[in-house]
Antibody, heavy 124, light 110 residues
Framework: QVQLVQSGAEAKKPGSSVKVSCKAS????????VNWVRQAPGQGPEWMGR????????YYAQKFKGRVAITADKYTNTAYMELSSLRSEDTAVYFC?????????????????WGHGTMVTVSS | QSVLTQPPSVSAAPGQKVTISCSGS????????VSWYQQLPGTAPKLLIYDNNKRPSGIPDRFAGSKSGTSATLGITGLQTGDEADYYCGTWESGLTTWVFGGGTKLIVL
């Protein structure tokens, strides 16, 4: 059974960038998508975007376009999410989540296997 | 404020049944499939229902989903104390071209 292992907690200054990794353990991403979802303290989840590693195509939520970059290395089965120009409102737990459906469409796929989450704190 | 509206909390006694609603519009639930997620405190969300009413492997049939028009419902029967968690609905929002989640419903098992 595939598990997603994320990098550790980060503390960042406003204006800086953070890069979070997500490695598939016990398997590969294969033909599935890797999504990034964040959750601010006491709030619901918020989808940021996704990548299909096998074809290296990423799609971003409008809110984050220009500030987020989602990449993947299909050879090491690791996905990355880099968020720049950080502000205090970006303080949240960042999750990666594998899609349920192979080559799932944007509108039809769902979030099946989740990483444990990475806490990113932005504070001066 | 989410485009998907859920009640902030619901409660019921062990062994009873509870339903959680998720209300949207034609640009989200009305034209796209709905999924449901369970989040226990301090953990990642867990997929419970997808494509409106399908259960992933390992999810008991105590959990059931349905959709009608621009609303969806999650039903949980035979409530257990371990079901106490936050529940989120989610779907694609065609107008904003993004995935959206509901605000979440806290289930309290009395």
């Amino acid at each position: 059974q595939v598990q997603l292992v994320q990098s550790g907690a980060e503390a960042k200054k406003p204006g800086s960038s953070v890069k979070v990794s997500c490695k598939a353990s016990g398997g590969t991403f294969s033909n599935y998508t890797v999504n990034w979802v964040r959750q601010a303290p006491g709030q619901g989840p918020e989808w940021m975007g996704r990548i299909t590693p096998i074809i290296d195509i990423a799609y971003y939520a409008q809110k984050f376009k220009g500030r987020v970059a989602i990449t993947a290395d299909k050879y090491t089965n690791t996905a990355y999410m880099e968020l720049s120009s950080l502000r205090s409102e970006d303080t949240a737990v960042y999750f990666c989540a594998r899609g349920l459906k192979e080559m799932g469409t944007l509108w039809g796929d769902v979030f099946d296997i989740w990483g444990h989450g990475t806490m990113v704190t932005v504070s001066s | 404020q989410s485009v998907l509206t859920q009640p902030p909390s619901v409660s019921a006694a062990p062994g009873q049944k509870v339903t959680i609603s998720c209300s949207g519009s034609s640009s989200n639930i009305g034209n796209n499939d709905v999924s449901w997620y369970q989040q226990l405190p301090g953990t990642a969300p867990k997929l419970l229902i997808y494509d409106n009413n399908k259960r992933p492997s390992g999810i008991p049939d105590r959990f059931a989903g349905s959709k009608s028009g621009t609303s969806a419902t999650l039903g949980i029967t035979g409530l257990q104390t371990g079901d106490e968690a936050d529940y989120y609905c989610g779907t694609w929002e065609s107008g904003l071209t993004t995935w959206v989640f509901g605000g979440g419903t806290k289930l309290i098992v009395l």
